[in-house]
C-alpha cells in the first residue's frame, strides 16, 4: 500500500494519508527510513504531504527494500 507522509512524529513513526482514505494512520519504520524521508524533505524542500511512502498494510510498516534516500538526490 502507499501514501502521502503528513508528519513525521517519532524517531520510528510517521503519519500516513493512504491513497483513497480521508484519516491518518501511523505506520513505523527504522530509524534510518525516518532519518532518510527527512533528509528527503529538506533536500528537496518538500511539503511532508509531496513525500509518497510504501508500507505493509497487514504490519502497518514501511516497506524496507525503498530507498527515500535517493529522493534526497
Known amino acids: 500500500m502507499y501514501g502521502f ?3 513525521i ?10 491513497f483513497w ?5 501511523t505506520v513505523w ?3 534510518e527510513q525516518i532519518a532518510e524521508l527527512r533528509v528527503a524533505k529538506e ?6 504531504e ?3 511512502v510504501f508500507y505493509n ?3 502497518m510498516m514501511l516497506e524496507e527494500e525503498e530507498d527515500y534516500g535517493a529522493l534526497a538526490g
Open 43 to 48: 533536500a528537496q524542500g518538500l511539503e511532508e
Open 29 to 31: 519504520g527504522t530509524k
Open 50 to 52: 509531496l513525500l509518497i
Open 5 to 7: 507522509v503528513c508528519g
Open 57 to 59: 498494510e497487514e504490519t
Open 9 to 18: 512524529v517519532e524517531e520510528d513513526q510517521v503519519l500516513v494519508k493512504p
Open 21 to 25: 482514505e480521508e484519516e491518518t494512520i
